[in-house]
Nanobody, 117 residues
Framework: QVQLVESGGGLVQAGGSLRLSCAASGSRFNINTMGWYRQAPGKQRELVATISRGGSTNYADSVKGRFTISRDNAKNTVYLQMNNLKPEDPALYLC???????????WGQGTQVTVSS
């Protein structure tokens, strides 16, 4: 069982930046890909960005050029640097871990991101 703990969410003005962190603990034997999804009220959960153990990344079109995902395998931590935040970005951001971007086996509790205009 993998435990994921997120941090770094908060309130920021449009155009501002936030950095999210997610630390993994527990059994990480089957974990190749870690990443971030987000879910806004009334909307489906959507992929934001993922990164494999080898460093291959996958981004949603809506965040390309603004968000950067990175990973420290030694610390079992994944980061999401979010720049130029827009009014459409607010959501609960959930850390994910699994076999691939689309096969997620563990979720964090989420951290809230709010953007004020």
């Amino acid at each position: 069982q993998v435990q994921l703990v997120e941090s770094g969410g908060g309130l920021v003005q449009a155009g501002g930046s936030l950095r999210l962190s997610c630390a993994a603990s527990g059994s990480r034997f089957n974990i190749n890909t870690m990443g971030w999804y987000r879910q806004a009220p009334g909307k489906q959960r959507e992929l934001v960005a993922t990164i494999s153990r080898g460093g291959s990344t996958n981004y949603a079109d809506s965040v390309k050029g603004r968000f950067t995902i990175s990973r420290d395998n030694a610390k079992n931590t994944v980061y999401l640097q979010m720049n130029n935040l827009k009014p459409e970005d607010p959501a609960l951001y959930l850390c994910s871990a699994g076999i691939s971007s689309w096969i997620v086996t563990s979720w964090g509790q989420g951290t809230q991101v709010t953007v004020s205009s």
